[in-house]
Structures are given as C-alpha cells and as structure tokens.
C-alpha cells in the first residue's frame, strides 16, 4: 500500500520563476492538504482539496494556487516566486474530505529553494 | 484562531532518561489533538492522536500522551528514551466540529537522545 508520494524531491529556481509540485495521496483517501514547513518552524497549512475544491485557505497569497484532479492527486503551483518561499512543501492526504475526524498522513516533502 | 505552543525547542537527555514534551492549545472549542514525529532524513509521522474519550492515550514506540482540557494541554512523555528517539517533535491541533481537517502545528521540539 503506497503512502503519500511527492514530487519532485528538490528543486531549485529562481525569484520571479513559477513552480508546481505534485503529490499523490495514499490509497483510498480523498483530501489533499498541503503545507508549508519553513526552516526551523512548524508546518503551516496552505490549503486543502476535496472534490476537486479548494475547500479552505490558510494566510497564504494568491501566489499560491492548487488543483486536485479526479484520480485526488494534487498540484501545488506558486507564481512569481520570492527569497521567503524557500522551504519544504509538505501535501498530507486524509479520508472523508467532510470529517473532521480522520488523520492526515504526510508526505517526503519537496524542498523548494530560490535564489 | 487556533495556536500551539511548545515551550521546549531544544531537549538534550541521556539514554533511560524520562521525557516530557509541553504542548499548550489555544482554542475556545473542542479539538482533535496529535503529535507528529520527525526522524532524521524522514517524513512526518503520527506518533499518537487524541479524538475523545480516555484523555490518556498511548501511541508508538512506548509514547503517551495526556490531554488536560483545563489547562489546554497535549504533553508527550516517555519513560526512558532511546538513541533512536532522536528527532523532531511537533504537536498539532484540528478544531472539532468544522467540517475540515486543517492542523495547526507547533514549532517543534528537536530532541537529542545521547548514548
């Protein structure tokens, strides 16, 4: 039974570039979350899909936009990247998208640097 | 808004020693509560979650967990660490009821277990 996959593992670009990063939740989960983990911080949530929706936003900026497609995977995309978006993309994937009672497992992560 | 606290950044401790991990809520509802692991070179893994019920729950590797509702706290203990136990700690919060299963984490707790 795979887990969560994320890809790709690294990558580096620099500021102004666009960039998408894709995750596949585990087998028989519906929800994609992702995260943001800067260095020496905590994960933060960016957002959430189910169903194909952006079904709730973090204090993020437009800058960053995702989709899920209808196999639930997911992509993350960050335009006009900056210095501070530097850090390593966690995606998380749950089961019952509507449930508040489920548990998010997550992925390797992608680590993103800009220069 | 939802926040967590994690008082302890860095924990240094001995093999056999007895740990402790504070974790303080913030959050006038009820919650779901976990705490996450993070080994060297690994992903985030759940190492035990609170839904409801006994407020003593056990998880992996012979961690516990104790949630007291008056003081709005999640601490994590063991009873001797190991070598293995090395990693970063991170408590997380998901508020009850919403429909959604966004988790806002703590900072971490970077726990160096010495032989």
């Known amino acids: 039974d795979a887990g969560v996959t994320q890809s790709p593992t ?8 666009q960039v998408t990063l894709r995750c596949s ?3 028989g989960h519906d929800t994609v979350s992702w995260y943001q ?5 905590g994960p933060q949530f960016i957002f959430q899909y189910y169903e194909e929706e952006e079904r709730q936003r973090g204090n993020f900026p437009d800058r960053f936009s995702g989709h899920q497609f209808p196999n639930y995977s997911s992509e993350l995309n960050v335009n006009a990247l900056l210095l501070g978006d530097s850090a390593l993309y966690l995606c998380a994937s749950s089961f019952r998208g509507l449930g508040d009672g489920e548990t998010q497992y997550f ?4 680590r ?3 220069l | 808004a939802q926040s967590v606290s994690q008082h302890n950044h860095h924990v240094i401790l001995s ?4 740990l402790e991990l504070g974790c303080n809520y913030s959050y006038g509802g009820t919650v779901n509560l976990f705490w996450y692991v993070q080994y060297p070179g ?7 979650k609170y839904f409801s019920g006994d407020p003593l ?3 992996i590797k012979g961690f516990e967990a104790e949630f007291i509702k008056s003081k709005f706290s999640f601490n994590l203990r063991k009873p001797s660490v190991q070598w293995s136990d090395t990693a970063e700690y991170f408590c997380a919060v998901n508020a009850k009821n919403t429909g959604f299963q966004k988790l806002v984490f703590g900072t971490g707790t970077r726990l160096l277990v010495s032989p």
């Open chain 1, 10 to 17: 690294h990558l580096i670009k620099t500021r102004g570039q």
């Open chain 1, 25 to 27: 939740p585990k087998s």
């Open chain 1, 37 to 41: 983990q800067a260095l020496g911080q």
């Open chain 1, 107 to 110: 992925g390797p992560g992608t």
């Open chain 1, 112 to 114: 993103l640097l800009v």
């Open chain 2, 15 to 18: 093999e056999a020693a007895s």
């Open chain 2, 42 to 48: 690994q992903h985030l893994q759940l190492l035990l």
């Open chain 2, 57 to 59: 729950v056990k998880g």
